[in-house]
């Protein structure tokens, strides 16, 4: 796929509310389902992941929905503190050695 | 917590010259990845590497690139003769257990620059 380059789409959001990110994946076959978090200089963490068999996970103040009729990814985050402010991305797995990631939204906590 | 490690952390080097990047994934995986990311660009996927040998690679992952599992700990990204479009950063990730093959985790990544 074509990348975004440097102007990635972001979401601000005030400190305590709640953030969605959005994901649209992009193979129908795909069975497995990641969002990680990415800091400036550093590597993707995990954040959680969810398998095709569900449509909702929720793990320590997130919360990852998955709608496979339009191929449609979201992570919720709770209470969103400012070491949420990160860039976030959905990772798909279409097969069993690939992983193909989104584009990525960077979320800014307001104080 | 286990953790990926990468070295090194910077790697500056002569177009032309080969560079191989390192990786201690974590000790009870048995997948094995090897990404890019151009500055302020999406993860790329290079290849994947399971029971020594690759599993899959991408169409970025050309001749100019292999990888090796040389000890049973370590796992190699070498690129033969460094074009400036490598310079990137390189995230090796390593993942599943005998019982689950998916979740994968992350390194730090190595900062390439080719001059």
């Known amino acids: ?111 | 917590e286990p953790e990926v490690t990468q070295t090194p952390s910077h790697q500056v080097t002569q177009m032309g010259q080969e560079v191989i990047l390192r990786c201690v994934p974590i000790s009870n995986h048995l997948y094995f990845y090897w990404y890019r990311q151009i500055l302020g660009q999406k993860v790329e996927f290079l290849v994947s590497f399971y029971n020594n040998e690759i599993s899959e690679k991408s169409e970025i992952f050309d001749d100019q690139f292999s990888v090796e599992r040389p000890d049973g700990s370590n796992f190699t990204l070498k690129i033969r003769s460094t074009k400036l479009e490598d310079s990137a950063m390189y995230f090796c990730a390593s993942g599943g257990t005998s019982s689950s093959s998916e979740t994968q985790y992350f390194g730090p990544g190595t900062r390439l620059l080719v001059l």
């Open chain 1, 1 to 111: 796929g074509e990348s975004v380059g440097l102007h990635l789409p972001t979401l601000s959001v005030q400190e305590g509310d709640n953030s969605i990110i959005n994901c649209a994946y992009s193979n129908s076959a795909s069975d497995y389902f990641i969002w990680y978090k990415q800091e400036s200089g550093k590597g993707p963490q995990f954040i959680i992941d969810i398998r095709s068999n569900m449509d909702k996970r929720q793990g320590q103040r997130v919360t990852v929905l998955l709608n496979k009729t339009v191929k449609h990814l979201s992570l919720q985050i709770a209470a969103t503190q400012p070491g949420d402010s990160a860039v976030y991305f959905c990772a798909e797995k279409p097969g069993t050695y690939k992983y193909i990631f989104g584009t990525g939204t960077r979320l800014k906590v307001l104080a």
